[in-house]
């Protein structure tokens, strides 16, 4: 499985963006996505997962705002993370996770930034 990340950048308090991430390969093993975000200096902590029954899960600090969606096909799976109502708090490096039978493969992350 391979994973590749797009999106983020730059918005304003209240604003929005999206991140994406597309898994490659072996697709049909992946048992769940996410989306971790790691701020300066600290720790990365999970944010979104969605599994592959399409149950998904947020950190209590994303609820309301975040929403995590997936688009799958043969080949690929597409997870998207739509951002609402950002604060300055979601200042952070953004990585995707494809959790597949017998590895975790992680994206090489995307700067999102909040700022007036």
């Known amino acids: 499985v391979q994973v590749v990340e797009s999106g983020g950048g730059l918005a304003q308090p209240g604003g929005s963006l999206n991140l994406s991430c597309t898994a490659s390969?072996?697709?049909?093993?992946?048992?769940?996505m996410g989306w971790y975000r790691q701020p300066p200096g600290k720790q990365r902590w999970l944010d979104a997962v969605i599994h592959s029954d399409g149950y998904t899960d947020y950190v209590y600090a994303v609820k309301g705002r975040f929403t995590i969606s997936k688009d799958s096909s043969q080949n690929t799976m597409t997870v998207l993370l739509q951002m609402n109502n950002q604060k300055p708090e979601d200042t952070a490096n953004y990585y995707c996770i494809a959790d597949s039978l017998h590895t975790k493969v992680w994206g090489q992350g995307a700067q999102v930034t909040v700022t007036s």
């Open positions: 390969g072996t697709v049909f093993s992946i048992r769940a």
